[in-house]
């Protein structure tokens, strides 16, 4: 997926209104299923999600708050953000004083927007740059001004796809779709799994079943969970949240899932520690964070972790309306989603394989894998191939077979033998195509 | 309990003759019993436990040492180290040589009297300041005098009481009582004994229930487990021996208990490392040592650790005279109780414990620990409370339940995130008070 | 076994023509029959070993390279490395260009005949020196003079052989021997294994059975995994492999098993900590090495490593004519043997054992393991002792006791507790005459 395609759902996506819930989120889900097939489900408001309820679907047509010299300070027809998400609706009379508290602005920002919301408890709101907050006349009355609506019998909606694979083991991608026109935090997630989902789907094979999600964040995941919980919990095996995946940072993250010891925490911790140009740090699990806080709550204890770049709360724009297009990058972007569809390639043959012959080593020559004759000054290559790389490869070749008793992730072996990742991916192939390898599944 | 209550029952203590039975022994349990509930128990000499056998009761009226020029160089009524423990009767006359080799003392402490004692082998001798000894005549016949008895029909003496708490799981704080007037190594730990006890009755709450027993060294633990290690082993989660804690040294010290890994062990690490003005450190669990190397023999294995300060065996003071009521120094004595008491705090809430609601995270902001409204330049803070200090409350919070699985002790999550003794405690208390935590036993 | 003894085996076997089948092999292992008792078996030819197949049996009469000048350039009957080992027969007349692909040397070792193999591709081949492949005359033809013969209804064979110990719990030694006149690699391996077997023999007392296996290599121990692996893995609980023994490296060192925490394992890692003067060093597991390649493949997963002085590999005169009595040097060799010897004996008693008292410590003194006295200025000492001495032998006795629950290898004991090797036997020893020691099995 190009750049231009990238920029093209993401200005697309940009000035719709979104929330929790509402004519929005329908809107941007439709946009995604444009881009890839996806199915869209519903939850009742007012249906329980373990210790939360899903709220009253919240519509806003229009609002704007006007001064006493008629000038209109905030208007949400032109910035969503105007309007504390989930206001309810006003339309009222009122000195400056008696507005105050429902005003916000960012002093240290003062040409940004701040992005406010009250999803869960009666209140309204607007919000505005501090620099305009300073020009508004002290004495009058304004006109407050919001035409919302909470709907206690709309609903929730999220949406959600899947490539299958050779196994049913899934991994996990999710990402969440619910904050206004907000770049990095959040459309960089959605544009991110649309793109990821087109280059899993053109890969040449695939072990593992990949699972797309996209909800509104925390009350969506816990929807999720609560319809899905069961069935991811028997069938992920690894999973990723993706999240501020683009800004000025010039590398990666992953925040560690809460076991941190699951097949894509083992995998990014040894590519952690491989040099390279781009090398993912790791962040440790906490409970700050999007919706991996809820796949890891620990009745679920999903081994899923996080992806980001320039991250939630680590940038001054975080929140603001200064978190755009511009500096988000698209270019950004698609440079960690070029990188994620790497580590999920290596993911896919990370996993847990048994050699097909346990008992004593495969006999390599007869496959052509080893020299036929054995001699001290002969470099042990392969036959037909170029012996100085070779020689490498043979030990890869023994050392993957020796380590795949099924026990351990595969990607141990590269870890401890430090087989560095395209190395260890050709050998996995090679040593699949001569079937000396397969795939198992965890014994316990 | 203040330092002259302290001072009381140590003047009491001091004076009377002990032994590992005997009627001093009785006596001072009775001093005991005076300021704490307990039961006193009595177990036959020669009665078998494991390996050892409960000695003939010893009983010893009067010794002295008279010598050829009628000075009387050793003096039981003075002094009651100047016998040896357990010494048989003797009443008979001999030469300085003959007697040499039934007398004690110390060339490099030439002002103490040593602690000598027989318990398992008949024999009898005299404990002298080796000044004394190099004044004594080299010619003419000493009179050794013993008026002591060995009753087989006698029994040895121990005590043992309970504080309740809110579940059958125990804390089992051990210490001795047995030697003569000896200081640091003894009373101070009986007397500690005496003030925790009265320091945990007051606790407004107890998660556990606190077991107290007070026994002769060595063969009264193995008496005690003989009689009640079935039920230690059934209901102990963690416990300490109280030994040497006062005298020079600035601060305490743990020994861990043979596993190494029990709530108590755990809590001690984790506080070892948290900066403070008296700074707790880790002695690793070896054979010597006082009645833990009982509880912890491979049979029983309890979770059994020990606190000390001035450490047997590390002064040279240890086993004479001179370990005294002024080395010891009872203030000494009571800030060790007083850290003691502190820990315990901790370990009664740093158990298994289990979020009430374990499927995502529970929705805070309903039980008024949450800001209702969500905004980059609002700090996170609960109603109506400081907000610089909420900050990490909340995160305590989310962490805290985030963790509480039931698999591991809770103290691991404050050990995990750093959080500081007095942050971890009141945020278990508030999750308690709000049902977001309840306690959970063992699963294993 | 004396030098003279070791120097005399290792003649008897120098000169004979070995190969992993064959006459030489068969006259090699009754060499080896003359000086331990072993049993000789066979499998047939064609015989599947797992993955592999028994090849047909190489016989080789006569073989030479005859130039065009008459000159005999490699002489089987001079060095049987001039012959590519499994060479099929040929007596053809050529060119020297149609037989360079057939000819091997090496010019960095120009005056060494390499050892060459082809035993599962139909070949053939002379080595020589690379300054005698210099003066080989361009023109003319060569005659190639192989008289060989691959016999289809042949065997392979190995010999083994046991001495019994108190337990049926099995050390298994197994070297190789199947390459020509090589010393170092190979034949200081079997002269070792007959030197140790003598040692072993005269031990006074052996917990454990041991079993030695000579075989030729990678197949001879497929062959014997398959019709003893069965066996091995009930009864196995450690074991080595013995290879490049010699040379000018000053030590040994050991490449653990593949688990890398078996009995000998942790011996090993224990006694490379111990300061001395010949301190053995740990190689990690990998899958280059001998025949603990076959031992630690996965269907088996045996707890088998390797000793070895001057590794494979390693040394330029590796699989070389120049790996000759000289560079082996019998006198490393004997070096070698008895520290292997000295480490038999002290995993002979490093493994698991159980106080026989569990409950409380036993009472040392009535033992005479403590004195009867107690007083703090008497060195704790055994009666009838070396008082400096006995202290810490005490402290010994009581760490070992407390630790032996039967859980883990008593040797963990001796690396928490830092004691010497000498203190750690001799003190398990003084516990089994006791009777508070007593052997016991992994309860897994």
Same mark, same amino acid.
């Given at each position: ?31 995604? @299923?444009?881009? $890839? ?7 009742? #408001? ?13 519509? =806003? ?44 602005? =960012? ?85 991110? $799994?649309? #793109? ?7 890969? @040449? ?13 925390? =009350? ?107 500096? $988000? ?17 290596? =993911? ?49 070749? $023994? ?44 014994? #316990?």
């Amino acid at each position: 997926m190009n750049l231009t395609k990238l920029e093209q759902i993401f200005d697309n996506l940009w000035p719709v209104n979104r929330s929790i819930t509402g004519p929005g989120l329908r809107e941007s889900l439709h946009i995604i @299923q444009n881009e $890839m097939p996806v199915d869209i489900e519903r939850i009742p #408001s007012g249906t329980q999600v373990y210790d939360w309820k899903i709220p009253p679907e919240w519509t =806003i047509r229009d609002a704007r708050l006007t001064g006493p010299d008629g000038v209109v300070y905030a208007d949400f027809a032109e910035n969503n953000l105007s309007v504390v998400n989930y206001s309810t609706p006003v339309d009222d009379h009122m000195r400056l004083s008696e507005l105050d508290s429902h005003l916000y602005s =960012i002093e240290s920002l003062p040409d940004a927007t701040p992005r406010v919301t009250t999803y869960y408890n009666r209140d309204w709101g607007f919000c505005f740059p501090q620099s305009i907050r300073d020009s508004m006349p002290k004495q009058g009355e304004y006109h407050a001004y919001i035409d919302s609506e909470l709907d206690p019998s709309g609903s929730l909606d999220f949406a959600h796809g899947l490539i299958e694979g050779d196994t049913n083991e899934e991994i996990l991608l999710s990402t969440y779709l619910c904050h206004g026109s907000l770049a990095n935090d959040n459309l960089s997630g959605p544009i991110a $799994m649309v #793109s990821l989902y087109n280059q899993i789907k053109k890969w @040449q094979d695939r072990r593992y079943t990949y699972r797309f999600v996209i909800v509104p964040e925390t =009350i969506g995941s816990l929807a999720y969970l609560n319809r899905y919980g069961g069935h991811l919990v028997d069938n992920v095996i690894s999973g990723c949240v993706l999240t501020c995946l683009g800004g000025p940072k010039p590398s990666l993250s992953y925040k560690l899932s809460r076991e941190g010891d699951s097949l894509i925490d083992n995998v990014i911790k040894y590519l952690s520690k491989i040099k390279s140009d781009r090398q993912i740090s790791i962040r440790q699990f906490d409970t700050r964070g999007s919706d991996e806080r809820q796949y890891c709550s620990p009745g679920f204890n999903l081994p899923v972790g996080q992806f980001a770049k320039t991250v939630y709360g680590e940038y001054k724009e975080y929140h603001t309306s200064s978190d755009d297009k511009q500096f $988000m990058n698209i270019s950004s972007v698609a440079e960690s989603i070029n990188e994620i569809n790497q580590y999920l390639r290596i =993911i896919d043959k990370a996993g847990l394989f048994e050699a097909t012959i346990q008992h004593g080593e495969p006999m390599l020559s007869k496959r052509e894998l080893y020299p036929t004759i054995n001699s001290p000054n002969i470099d042990i290559r392969l036959p037909n191939t170029d012996s100085t790389r070779d020689q490498p490869r043979i030990l890869d070749m $023994m050392r993957l077979i020796n380590f795949a008793d099924g026990n351990e992730n595969l990607i141990e072996a590269a870890r401890k033998y430090e087989i560095p990742p395209h190395r260890y991916i050709s050998t996995v192939e090679l040593l699949l195509a001569n079937d000396l390898l397969r795939y198992c599944t965890d014994k #316990s």
